[in-house]
C-alpha cells in the first residue's frame, strides 16, 4: 500500500516535471518556428534541454546509440516503435536530425503538450480518408523542403506480448513516392517504466537505437509490402535481441 502511494507520488512529480520546464521553455522552442523552419535547430536544441531537465528531476534518463547512422544533411523518414508516453521525450535523444511527427489529432488536445507541440507536428484523424490524404500531402511538401518526419507505423501504441503490432503501409508508400531512405528507431524498456494499462511511472533508463538507412531508390509501388515486412522484421529482431540481453 505504502509503494503504491509512493509511486503515485513520484508519477504526480513526473507530471510536473513534465510540463512546468516545458511551460517555461514554451517561448524558446516555438519561437524559431514561427520564424522560419530553417531555425528549426534553437527549437530542437531547447527541447533537447527540457527532456534534461525531465530527467534531472524525476531519475527517468534517455541514451541515444548508433546516431552516427544518421546523416544530418540528409532528409529521413523515421520510423519508431511506439509503446509509451516516454517515447515523447526519446525521440529528440534518439535522433541527432530535426524533424516533423505525424500524430494523431488527440494528441493535439493535451494541454501545453499540444500547444508546444503543435508546430513540430502534423496531426491526422485516422478515421478519415479525407485527414490522411491531407497529412500525406503535407509530409511530402515538408520532405521536399528538406524537413525529416516520424512515424509510428503501429498505429497506435503496443499494448500486447508481441515485439511489434502490425505495420500499416502509410510511411512506406511516403517514402517510395518521395525516393526518401527510411531510418527504423527502436525505443527500447520504455514499456517496462511505464507499464501497459497503468499510468504510473517509475524511475530507470530508456535506450534509443538508430538502425542503419534503408534505401528506397528506384522503389515502386509493387515493392511496398517488401519494404513494409523487411523494416518490420529488422525492427522487430532488434527489439527480441535486446529483449533477450536484458536491457
Known sequence: MIKKFIQYLYTGWCA????????????????PLLISRRLDFIT?????????????????WFIGHNKQVVDRKKSYIFVINHTSFLDA????IAI????VALGKKELSKIPVFG???????????RSSA?????????LKELLRGGTSVLVAPEGTRNNTDEPLLPFRYGPFRLAIEAQIPIIPVVIHNAGRLMKRGSLLL?????????LPEISVEGLTEADL??????????????????NEEGQ
Open 225 to 242: 509490402d517488401q519494404l513494409t515486412q523487411t523494416t518490420f522484421e529488422l525492427m522487430k529482431q532488434k527489439i527480441i535481441s535486446l
Open 130 to 138: 479525407e485527414s490522411r490524404k491531407v497529412s500525406s500531402a503535407k
Open 89 to 92: 521525450p526519446a525521440i529528440p
Open 16 to 31: 510536473v516535471a513534465f510540463v512546468v520546464p516545458m511551460l517555461i521553455l514554451a517561448i524558446p522552442i516555438i519561437m
Open 96 to 99: 541527432p536530425s530535426t524533424l
Open 115 to 125: 500547444l508546444v507541440v503543435n508546430r513540430l507536428a502534423i496531426w491526422v484523424d
Open 44 to 60: 530542437y536544441f531547447f527541447i533537447r534541454f527540457w527532456v534534461y531537465c525531465f530527467s534531472l528531476l524525476t531519475g527517468i
Open 202 to 210: 517509475r524511475p530507470g533508463v530508456v535506450h534509443c537505437y538508430c
